[in-house]
């Protein structure tokens, strides 16, 4: 785990040395497993208005750039926290405490999440992960026959694009899920995000 965006840049299986997570090439995506805070996505022309003034803040916010500090560690465990800065403070205008918690359970990686109000108001936040899968697993070149499940209550998948300032637009391509499942096919990638729309999953 990298205290800088506190992301993970290495899952490794030991009985075969196997690696889970994106290299991090930045000539392709320099990043491994970024977490979103506290925007997910980007506010059109990157612009937000808390009380009457104008808040500059890039796509998925600043928690990812920046360097966090240690709390805790163990064996099996280990806790970051970011606090806010003035820098933080001209972006955002909220105090808090963003705890994230990385502990091995057997061949499993738990990751938690505390986002700690410490303002004397409101505060509002969105959070998400960005985790990066080396694909294919075992090192051939067909990429296909992999896929994606979802738990929960989703049944279809929608793609969205791009308008030239950032926001997000639908698009009529949806994909139904069979057996909550979607298979990657070539090209899938190629589209951008797609969404959960209208429903929840409890997990991917």
């Known amino acids: 785990v990298d205290s800088k965006g506190c992301e993970i840049v ?8 196997k690696q889970y997570i994106w290299s991090g090439q930045p000539d392709i995506w ?3 497993t970024p977490v979103l805070f506290p925007l997910v996505g980007r506010y059109k022309n990157d612009t937000s208005i808390y009380e009457g003034k104008e ?3 890039t ?17 099996e465990e280990i806790w970051f926290v970011l ?22 359970c057997k061949n499993e990686v738990k990751v938690n999440w505390t ?24 090192g051939e070149e067909n990429k ?4 994606l499940k979802f ?14 300032d950032g926001m997000a637009v639908m698009e009529d391509k949806v994909l139904a899920l069979k057996d909550g499942c979607v298979t990657f096919t070539e090209g899938f990638f190629d589209e951008c995000t797609y969404m959960v729309e209208g429903k929840q999953t409890g997990e991917v």
Do not use: W
């Open 30 to 32: 320099k990043r491994h």
């Open 151 to 164: 738990g929960g209550l989703a049944d279809t998948i929608h793609h969205h694009g791009n308008t030239p």
């Open 55 to 57: 808040y500059h803040m």
């Open 83 to 104: 606090k806010d800065t003035e820098s933080t403070l001209e972006k955002y205008p909220f105090h808090f405490a963003l705890h994230i918690g990385y502990e091995l």
């Open 115 to 138: 986002v700690e109000n410490t303002d004397t108001k409101e505060l509002y936040f969105s959070i998400g992960a960005h985790p990066a899968f080396n694909c294919p697993v075992h």
């Open 10 to 17: 290495s899952v490794i299986r030991k009985s075969d040395n």
């Open 144 to 147: 296909t026959g992999y896929g």
């Open 59 to 75: 796509q998925h916010g600043f928690a990812r750039d920046m360097e966090f500090d240690l709390e805790s560690q163990t064996e």
